[in-house]
């Protein structure tokens, strides 16, 4: 180990937004937890309000400020860290660590970079130079060229020829390839691509548009040992960003010869750059004639390194922090899961499929071009895992969509030449429209032209159809409800199929011994495991998990992330989880989301990857007879159906049906307080707003901004109202009062509501208190009322706070329009300042 | 597809549903959790008279190509997987692996829980097994009653020397089994090959002059293989660079005084890290092994330890002390597997060059 390093400044990765979502978050909290383990001491810089990982470093070491490289030089200068770390942070880190290494920030004061060494960030953020690098190695490349003007761009273009793809240089964000198949497109794409590129640069560059897209996942020590975690394969070919892409993993349509040929690339590559930690290599590859490009090379985490993690069982984040430190990957030991020594060092063979497919926000921007392209569109994403492909996708289909009921919706709907257009420029439907395609007739040959899909994947989407039709056809016969449920099909689906109510299909899978067994998710293939502990299920003969306790508390996870409040429910139950051990429960949490961060597996006792729909879930509470089940935020049909059945479900925050009471949809001020049976604590009394100022409805509330602009005689009066209210309205968990102001009249009640989830996020960081550990021990009868009373918050205090919604609409490119909180993707926080931040 | 059986010697039968060959098959029940290459570990000689349980759950999906394979007549009793989809990929679109296991009457059986039969083999060892139509007793008492042959080498090797002409060195190979992976290496080093039977005599090697020779990979034991073998390899590691791979480094071993023991357990896959004893590089590399050098025996007078399994410590690798001689029990040709160990051969090349 480096013991010239005791103090490291962590780069986190800011709001959430398109390209990123809580997996950054997820791999930093990893990285922390590695970090204090070898006695450093982990600094972070972050604004992000729901982030896990600002919750696990001292108040002193924690910087919650917005990740520029100015802020980032004036950590430094006052905190003098050994070293600074980018590979947790995302593109944007990558941005600012390049900055503080043009102006010698990071030299003057002795900063060492970890993972990745000075001069490859130059390259890697830049297409030329990566090509460069790329032809030293001796990787095929691209034709290319940068250019700086208009121009310059379209005499380029003209002599590579259309379609090109445009690549802005140095991006501040992770938008990196648009495609133009035309000088006007081209025009349009080079404008915004200046616009985001730090040196007003872009690369033209010949298009690979229709190639399979592979990306491959590897560790690397300082000494030059590596490790193949995972290799990802596209579903969809280049030409649909990898973020708005399915992807399986491991690949299933790559010969040995042509993995192989990847996997020393991708070493090569990490070798010339002298990389450490995780990388992650894209690749293109043409079938005929055999040929591959290197696309990208991203040596941090991100979608692909935590969709490896989640797939393979293997702790990538945790390992590569331990790397960053110098130490090697025969020293670095896994979690107590085998019996030898050199644990990070097997390489993981899988004996399952995983299939992510993405999840798009257009529900609630009905306004963007739904198509997808180049630029990615998807806000979240969800995963499926089975013993069959028939199986993760399925799985990952159901996961995928809005219904709460677990079932498909239809594309019959669509006339010929709208899946013919749609087979060609593809949507959020696409999986749905390929099976439509396919059920239509529509040859496999042909599909494989139209969309350059490999035909294996028709294949199995006829197979799933065929079994469809077996099983619809076979109401109620035991054979067809094995063979459903072992490829993949829900019970509510299948239920929906034979019109009969999911009860009935659980009876006749209960009566004919068709039950799940769950499998566990781990790099040896079964070869060498001890005890793992996440799981999924399937339908075969084994089943190697078992219940895990008496005293067991199953959480719900919120599956894929939307727009909305979802943004902070991974965070709200990544807390809850951390306070239901803390209490002495062992916990269970389902999910499906990679990029969660309560699906870290130090986290909970046992993860469960499986569909959270109600047939799942009760498999799961067949397995595991928890003492409670907890739901985070709320759905209510499952919540309604699992009360139904008798099951102990408590949703947090408090539910909010028959909660709110609202005699008008406008306010400005919001006053949220804790309320236990005996006590009520006033929290923080904030002003409400939305992006552009007075919000008129409560739907445009994104800003929240304390002091409240009331004077003190005004700000008593809300405390005394609240109290007075509430001593009538019997009502426990976290509310907020909301109220107009005019002037220094007193304030005008409006109304009551539960507290949002990304408000009590908001209020952790501003009080130091964690609300959610309190809401959990209240719902499970912990709380100490003597404690309550004694709650010391100063409501008067001075001190300021901003927390502000961030919204999408610029990546999805769209004008600017007042955002609305269903479509907040994430949000940042501000103290001490309430100057409006540089809109980058 | 019709249902058949996986049949176990422990009494245990797994059903599933037949595809390939609808033949009835006896032998020894082995998995393999590589990755990928369900056709280059199919047609691996290595796996005569076995069958085969890939923990890889997707089977087919690449069909079969003309590039993949390791031997032309495989000789493997069976595939057992989760899952088999039927693709062809070739020009003619005419060959899937369904149909390239009916050429070569050699069943498959799908829909098994892999996982968990990998498990079990890991309590029961190595274990005799039958895919057969029905499992009744009399299966059973056929399965109980084969005895499988030890002259597995004869059976796959070839019986009649070939020649394989380039430009450039002219190397020996000895054929116990040989997988193709191996030529295609000394095809691409441009090496001018003949391919001698496994029971050639020092005396047929030396005939031919050779630069080097090569003792290939093969099925079986190396004990059930007579001495004359041995007295071959001793004899030619004097005078000529000597390279062993797979059963050829057991034989390797056995000739220069260590003892060679059956493993409980088969290990075939590509995820154990391998250490390079003298740079400590960690390279990852396919195993196939049955049987395992025992360190308590090596002669240290006489060979060197260079490779070693970092999961189950085994001997990966030996080096002679006094001639030119050197062997790893895991196969550098990759084919499937890894490419880290493919620059043994280039050191072969190099051991051969310096050569007076």
New interface residues.
Partial sequence: MDNAIQKILIIGGGPTEIGHETELDAACVQVIQAFKKQGIRPLLIDNNPFSSALESVQPTNMFIQAVTADNVQRIIEKEHPDAILPTVGGVLAISVIQELQENGVLADNNVQTLGIPGNAIMDINNPDRLNSVLKHVGVPIIASETVGTLDEAVNVAASIGYPVIVKPIAPRIDTNRILCESEAELISAVTRGFSWSRFKQCVIEQSIVGYKEVELVSVRDAMGTQVLIAGLENIDPIGIHSGDSMVVTPTLTLSNAEYQELRDTAFAINNQFNFTGVVHTHFALQTNPENFYVTKVTPYNDRGTSLAACATGYPIAYVAANLYLNQRLTEVRLPDIYHFKQTALLEPSLDHVVVRIPIWPFEDVPNADQHLGTVMKSVGSTIGIGRSTEEAILKAIRSSQFSPKDELPSMSDLSDSQIISQLIHPRSSRILVLLEALRRGYQVDELTELTKIDPFYFVILQHILDVRENVQSHPLDPLALKQGRYYGFGDGMIARMWQVDIDTVRSIGRGNNILPTYKGIEPSAGELLKSPTGYYSTFEFENESEQLSDHTVLVLGRGGNQLGPNASADYFTAEMLKQLHKSGYETVIMNTNPNAGSLTSMLTDKQIIDPVQLGDIMNVINMEHPVRIFVPGNRHFLTRELRRRKFPVSVLPPDQEGRSELLTDHATIGLDLFVTEHHVVPILASDLRSDEGIATTLAQITLMRAPASVNPQQLSQLLDHANEYLASHKRTGMVQLLYTTNGSQPPVFVGVRPTRLTTIAFLNKVTGINWVRMLVRQALGEIDEDLIAKLDIDIRSDRRSQMRGTFPFKQLQLPDQLGLTTQEVGARISFGTLDPEPDE | MAQRFLILEDGSA?PGIGFGAGATTTGEVVFN?????YQ?IVTNQIYHNQIIVF????IG??GI?H??YESILPTAKGMVV??V???S?NRQRSLSLDQFLKQHNIPGISGI????L??QL?QTGTIKGSIVDVADDHAFDQLHATVLTNQQVAQVATPRPYPNPNQGYNVVVIDFGLKHGILRQLSKRDCNVTVLPWDATAQDVINLDPDGVLLSTGPGSPLDLPESVLDMIRTIEERIPLFAIGLGHELFALANGSEVKKLKLAHH?????IRTIIT???I?ATEGQEYVVDPDSVDRDRLITTYVD???GSIQGLRHRDYPAFSVQFFPD??????DSVDLFDEFMETMGTRE
């Avoid at chain 2, 959790?33 to 290459?37: D, E, F, Q």
């Avoid at chain 2, 829980?113 to 968990?116: A, E, F, L, V």
């Fill in positions: 797994y959790t590589s990755m990928l290459g280059e923990s890889q759950p997707i999906s690449i190509s590039d993949s989760r899952d989809t039927d693709i990929k829980d892999t996982r968990h990998i498990r890991q896959g590509a995820n154990h890290p400590n590089e960690i990852y970092l999961v189950d990759g084919a499937p597997g890894p490419n």
